[in-house]
């Protein structure tokens, strides 16, 4: 019995020791890594929950937080453009959220970049309430998918039917399109998204202006009257007489004529467009604040987001367009995980990568092994999605992010003072 005793404790302590040898490869972290939260716009309303952010960052390691502003065409900031959000109702109107957290977060030395959802607008479960909302101002900016658009090209733009019949079925659609978008055809609506994204840099001492939903929602949008008008323009030059006057008389009885003669083109025409709204909303970004950085979130494989979400981000990077493309490598499979961060490191060339993780549904091992791969794999940093999530009192383990701080940032116990909640 003594000498089983004596086994267990030699095989415990060699797996402790193990256990300590391997902890310094674990934690070994450079020195410039952006390790950084996306916060939801939910915990940034009220001071105290800006504070609680800040201070569970600042405990536990994180040097970045991409904190959601613009959620659905509304401001968690102090905007001349569009409506405060209404989530800041009973707070005082002097209340600006993000100055809040970048003086809070830049005194703890965190750096605080504005997550901008840029074509999502509106859920469609619930339109918003002010009306002064883009999507009651200019519902003719909005997109439309194919399935619908030859019944809402015969109602009025300015009808209520007309953002009704565009919410009703995209409340029947919501496992796959998330709320209604603004398209990056319309000139008038891809101005307005310049005026926002311009505006935030020019008021805020931000370090970044972080986009998401920089795409289409899938490639059966935007099918709305003024985009597929658009596109005829487009082309008809590009015909001699004959083929036009077959076209425009085929356009009369049927919306999707153009489109439907030439789908490589309209994949490449509705592409394009998106990628020269990129390129103004970068000039917008640096002639208000040069040292910002305009970094985009991203479907993690650059093909699907080209051939289906129309997000040719691959080009973004070629072209100097992004600073730092971040993979939404949100897959719950590590194969798979080094995969996509492994490509997206190849596209990146000597631009940064920051690899998304969704922690929120991994185990803080998981997590914590998908950082130690994008290490591995030569990324600049990672983005965890999502701060909110992982503090949230139903979160399985008892504290994620100080598992994931101990583990992979080599944060010692001590600094685990305070509470995230």
Known sequence: MRLRRAAIALAVSGLVWALGAAQPVATRVLPDEVRALWVLRTSLTSAASIDALVLTAHERGFNALLVQVRGRGDAYYASDIEPRAADLVRQPAAFDPLATVIRAAHDANIRVHAWVNLNLVSSAADLPAAREHLVYRHPEWLMVPRDIAQDVARIDPTSPGYIGKLARWTRAQSE?????????????????????????????????????????????????????????????????????????????VDLFAYPDRFPGEWKTFRRTRLSALMTRLRGAVKRARPDAMFTVAAAPDAQEAFDLRLQDWRTWIENGVIDAICPMAYTQEPARFAEQIRTAREIAGARAVWAGIGAYRLTPAQTIENIQTGRRLGVNGFVLFSYDSLIAPTQAAPDYLATVSRNAFGRPRSADTGSSR
């Open 176 to 252: 796959t399109v998330e709320g209604l978008y603004a398209s990056p055809l319309h000139p008038d609506a891809a101005a307005y998204a310049q005026r926002v994204v311009g505006d935030l840099a020019a008021r805020y001492a931000v370090d970044g202006i972080h986009l998401d939903y920089a795409r289409y929602p899938n490639d059966r949008f935007d099918y709305s009257r003024y985009a597929i008008a658009a596109f005829r323009q487009e082309m008809r030059p590009r015909l001699t007489a004959a083929e036009r006057a077959s076209l425009d008389a085929a356009h009369d």
